[in-house]
């Protein structure tokens, strides 16, 4: 049985010391996704246990193309800490990353409770806002060579990741239809993808149910108060220094990160 603690300390440790793994799943091919989870809850713990507070959950894998690639068939998630959040005004400090990505996503402001099982109007009705967002991923593996359970257990690739919230939220109703909500990502003015809202799961808010969902089988709701980012609407745009990366939604407003 692969050693959980063991793993989640490496995984600790190459976020302090910015360091770039071998996946896990090389030298212990039987590491689960189930092993991953818990490896993953037990980071954000040690996370927790150092004075960090919980304040949500992300998504990944929530396009089709994505998952074709990776060989699965359904998302993954991961959990937000306040220490994630990165302030809008400020340039992002490249050096705590190993390869930095960013990724354009619907944000979401729960109002009140989630507890699965739930679905698309459920969570249209528990949610306060949505707000556009700006994630940085970041893997801890050499090269993005990492299997399922590996970047599960990276905490869906957000163990060094930082959230750029924008500085508008709409209520669901005044934003309309979220799978129709169109995005344009720019790097230093150009345009490098479009895509809307039904890129993520035919639907947002389908992404949140399917979080809160997985979180009921293992026995967790999602707090009021949570922000919850839902995938990525595009591919993830490498950012290097002196760059800045711009999402603008459709009835959302703007977000962007400099370097």
Request: net charge negative; aromatic share 6%.
């Amino acid at each position: 049985m692969p050693d959980r603690e063991a793993i989640a300390g490496t995984l600790e440790r190459a976020v302090a010391e910015r360091t770039a793994l071998t996946r896990f799943t090389a030298a212990q091919p039987d590491l689960g996704v189930e092993d991953a989870y818990a490896i993953q809850w037990l980071g954000i713990e040690r996370r927790l246990a150092r004075g960090e507070r919980l304040i949500g959950a992300k998504l990944g894998l929530t396009s089709k193309p994505k998952q074709r690639t990776m060989g699965v068939e359904e998302p993954i998630y991961g959990f937000l800490t306040d220490a994630m959040v990165h302030p809008i005004e400020e340039r992002l400090a490249l050096e705590r990353f190993i390869h930095p990505r960013v990724e354009p996503e619907i944000g979401f402001l729960i109002g009140e409770e989630l507890r699965g099982p739930v679905a698309v109007p459920q969570v249209l009705a528990a949610t306060r806002a949505v707000f556009p967002a700006l994630e940085v991923i970041d893997s801890r593996y050499a090269r993005f060579d990492f299997r399922l359970p590996d970047v599960v257990a990276d905490n869906a690739s957000a163990s060094a990741a930082s959230l750029i919230a924008g500085s508008r939220a709409v209520t669901p109703e005044r934003a309309g239809d979220l799978r129709l909500t169109g995005c344009v990502v720019r790097r230093d003015g150009e345009i490098v993808h479009t895509a809307a809202g039904a890129a993520v799961l035919g639907h947002p808010a389908a992404a949140v149910a399917w979080l809160v969902n997985r979180l009921a089988e293992r026995g967790r709701a999602l707090a009021a108060g949570s922000l919850v980012i839902a995938g990525a609407l595009t591919d993830a745009v490498p950012i290097a220094a002196g760059q800045t990366i711009r999402a603008d939604f459709d009835g959302l407003g703007s977000v962007a990160v400099s370097a």
